[in-house]
């Protein structure tokens, strides 16, 4: 049961962070190509809020792994690749914290866009865009592919520790 809890909360985690780091950021420069609509920008503004949103939960994600890291080495298993594998992780969030914090003001003053997210100048929107998705680009540099190497170290490690068969019961 301790592993199952183990495999979803890393899984979760993982997710949000991998998705966060290995999703291409949508450039508004295109934009000389031809006008880019409010409700794309709107769109644009809203996701890149939602990944904001999901970046600033990295750090209780590493305490939950890591409390889960020592209980299955309490267990027992090898945890040492896993261990590494999240080691790196939160060095690289050390890294890319400055450049979280930077993008709070961007988000606070949102600049283009209203309280509800909608395009209030396009303009503005458009720049509000393209600079948040330089900030999260400079921050997928900064995690340097750790995301990655944690998800392929938790895959190795529900390789060499199955999940035990149930039996029925009558």
Do not use: C
């Not at 794309?40 to 409390?67: C, H, I, P, S």
């Not at 400055?98 to 303009?123: C, M, R, W």
């Amino acid at each position: 049961m301790m592993i199952l809890l183990f495999k979803k909360t890393v899984l979760w985690a993982l997710v949000i962070a991998l998705g966060v780091a290995s999703l291409p950021f949508v450039s508004v420069s295109a934009a000389g190509q031809g006008q880019i609509s409010n409700e794309r920008l709107e769109k644009v503004w809203a996701r890149q809020l939602r990944m904001y949103a999901l970046m600033g939960r990295t750090d209780n994600f590493v305490e939950k792994a890591q409390q889960l890291i020592e209980r299955a080495a309490e267990n027992g298993k090898d945890v040492s690749a896993l261990q590494a594998a999240l080691d790196a992780f939160e060095n690289a969030l050390k890294d890319a914290q400055p450049l979280y914090q930077s993008i709070k003001g961007i988000v606070n003053s949102h600049q283009g866009f209203d309280g509800n997210g909608k395009v209030t100048d396009a303009e503005k929107a458009k720049e509000t865009v393209r600079a948040m998705g330089e900030k999260m680009k400079e921050i997928k540099a900064a995690m340097d592919g750790t995301g990655k190497s944690l998800r392929e170290a938790l895959k190795a490690f529900r390789q060499a520790n199955p999940r035990p068969e149930r039996t029925p019961t009558p």
